[in-house]
């Protein structure tokens, strides 16, 4: 059974800085694309960043130039470096990752890590 275990969440400052980790276990077939998504009370979860297994990356508009997302294959593992933290960033932090072999890809979730940035 897949498990994504989520990390380094917590209270923060704005303008502070947070890395989030998520982790794979139970699963040895290919990790393709990896990502980190966000929600907050009443509104629906939002893309924050996403990475393929060639290492090609997308962001959300509100995080450029602040967010950097990464992975290590080798770990099964995709972070979330976040910088410049806002206010607005406050929220439950969930990575997903798509594994399979194809044409059958699985989606799977982290349990949510909640990040929390005070004015």
């Known amino acids: 059974q897949v498990q994504l275990v989520e990390s380094g969440g917590g209270l923060v400052q704005a303008g502070g800085s947070l890395r989030l980790s998520c982790q794979a276990s139970?699963?040895?077939?290919?990790?393709?694309?990896m990502a980190w998504h966000r929600q907050t009370p009443g509104k629906q979860r939002e893309l924050v960043a996403g990475?393929?297994?060639?290492?090609?990356?997308n962001y959300a508009d509100s995080v450029k130039g602040r967010f950097t997302i990464s992975r290590d294959n080798a770990k099964n593992s995709v972070y979330l470096q976040m910088n410049s933290l806002k206010p607005e960033d406050t929220a439950v932090y969930y990575c997903?990752?798509?594994?399979?072999?194809?044409?059958?890809?699985?989606?799977?979730w982290g349990q949510g890590t909640q990040v929390t940035v005070s004015s």
């Open positions: 997903e990752i798509k594994s399979g072999v194809p044409p059958v890809i699985y989606d799977y």
């Open positions: 139970g699963t040895t077939r290919t990790i393709y694309d």
């Open positions: 990475i393929t297994l060639g290492g090609s990356t």
